[in-house]
Nanobody, 121 residues
């Protein structure tokens, strides 16, 4: 059973930056970041295969960068030019789904507890 622990959330003003990290207790294949704003469904933000292929939601393309260190089993999300609408709880997820898209919540088998990101205008 892979355990995922996120860190790096916080409060920042619009146009600021944050870097999220997710430490995994074992090897993982596809990994992703999801987020959930109050009153909204959890949505995919970005995903990365073990080989480094990346996928992004249209809303974050050009602003967010997902990366991973397979030797250390750590997933990252560099978030730049943050907007108030990026506010939410960010979750790390891992699964064995094939690449090509971020995928659905139900396609990921392991989840972290989440880290809060708050962007003020």
């Amino acid at each position: 059973q892979v355990q995922l622990v996120e860190s790096g959330g916080g409060s920042v003003q619009a146009e600021g930056s944050l870097r999220l990290s997710c430490a995994a207790s074992g090897n993982t294949y596809m990994m992703a970041w999801f987020r959930q704003a109050p009153g909204k469904e959890r949505e995919g933000v970005a995903a990365i295969s073990r080989g480094g292929a990346t996928m992004y939601a249209d809303s974050v393309k050009g602003r967010f960068t997902i990366s991973r260190d397979n030797a250390k089993n750590i997933l990252y999300l560099q978030m730049n030019s943050l907007k108030p609408e990026d506010t939410g709880v960010y979750y790390c997820a891992a699964g064995t789904r094939p690449g090509g898209s971020i995928g659905k919540v139900s396609e990921y088998t392991h989840w972290g507890k989440g880290t809060q990101v708050t962007v003020s205008s």
